[in-house]
């Protein structure tokens, strides 16, 4: 019954609407913006009445969170996670160091565009991001679920190429396994 | 205090003949000596005088004198006083004495120097990479690693930044119709 189109689409909603609602963070943190996560998981701001939570290992979350500056030392570690993640899942790029480098960037170790590496969902934009602002692209990040448009993990297989050449452009020598799913 | 440093003083200045006091205040001394003396002096603050604590071992890019400045930093835990111990290395040929067995720390510093800095220390027990993964330029810490032209030239290219948020203060008194205060105007762009 569930074949044709229209009923998709129901299926769809409903489908979306439990995935925005349960949203599972990997417990990673990346550079600085990670002291931010604590403030936004407890009482004050309290980002699991969101259903916003902390997953221990990358197959058992669904959302990614880069807070802040990536090396190319943390961007292997990063690639080898994403890939380990089970779909659904969805990239937050934190800070401004994820977006354009912010205040790194004439580093010569840390990478200045996060969405030529990983798709990204969501920037959250700051240096820091207050927890207003992290629950605020959280927020951004359910409405693309309900409305379907948080698709990173398909554009991610769709070009797996670009993404792939981009990597190694940064990361000279390769000694992953060239899919890691 | 003046007592101990002038002991410390004495007593260097008596064992090594090329060591000169370079600095004398607080509670730290500092010393120069040639490179050939680092083993021995630091061998004997340690054993015979009590700064039995390495620090940190610090090094100085000297570019426009071709030389590599090395300062190994000792503490004595019943003196209470910091011993500085300087010295030159040549730039073009960066060579230095291991001292990892004095003090089994110095094997970190050691490592991270040799990145940093292209410093050869001879009989290091290292493997091949400490903090930096697959490096192939030169040593990023050395003052004629130009950092951004290797960014520009690695990574992609720098997004500007949103045009509002070029100069915050001058877009919210356009928005709100304030005058900005002069405190305020000595520091905008």
């Known amino acids: 019954m569930i074949n044709d189109k229209e009923s998709q689409k129901i299926v769809d909603i409903i489908q979306n609407f439990a995935r925005k609602h349960s949203l599972w963070v990997l417990a990673y943190g990346t550079g600085c913006g990670a002291i931010e996560i604590p403030p936004t998981m407890t009482s004050r701001y309290d980002a699991e009445r969101l259903g916003v939570r902390g997953a221990a290992t990358p197959r058992q979350a669904d959302v990614l969170l880069i807070t802040g500056y990536l090396t190319t030392k943390t961007l292997k570690r990063v690639i080898r996670v994403y890939e380990q993640m089970q779909d659904p899942k969805y990239v937050i790029g934190f800070g401004s160091c994820t977006i354009n480098g912010g205040m790194y960037f004439d580093s010569y170790n840390t990478i200045k565009a996060l969405d030529r590496y990983l798709p990204v969902d969501v920037y959250i934009n700051g240096c820091m991001p207050r927890p207003e602002a992290v629950l605020k692209g959280f927020a951004k990040l359910q409405e693309l679920i309900q409305a379907g448009k948080a698709d990173g993990s398909k554009k991610y297989k769709e070009n797996l190429e670009w993404y792939r050449a981009n990597q190694k452009e940064v990361i000279p020598v390769w000694r992953m396994p060239e899919f890691n799913w | ?189």
């Open chain 2, 1 to 189: 205090m003046e007592e101990l440093k002038k002991n410390i003083v004495n007593k260097i200045t008596g064992h090594f003949a090329d060591a000169a006091v370079k600095a004398y205040d607080g509670n730290r001394v500092d010393f120069t000596v040639k490179k050939e003396t680092i083993p021995a002096i630091l061998f004997y603050l340690k054993d015979e005088m009590g700064y039995n604590h390495l620090s940190h071992i610090s090094c100085v890019d000297w570019i426009e004198e071709k030389e590599f400045e090395l300062i190994f930093i000792l503490w004595s835990y019943t003196d209470h006083i910091k011993v500085f111990v300087h010295t030159r290395i040549d730039r073009e040929n960066p060579v230095m004495d291991n001292i990892d067995m004095i003090w089994r720390q110095a094997n970190t510093y050691e490592r991270e120097i040799k990145e940093m800095y292209g410093i050869h220390f001879e009989g290091l027990e290292a493997p091949e990479e400490f903090l930096l993964e697959d490096w192939q330029d030169m040593p990023p810490m050395r003052r004629d690693f130009d950092t951004e032209a290797y960014a520009r030239k690695t990574f992609w290219d720098r997004r500007e930044a949103r045009a509002d948020a070029q100069d915050v203060r001058e877009t919210i008194t356009k928005r709100t119709g304030e005058e900005l205060p002069d405190v305020a105007k000595k520091y905008t762009r």
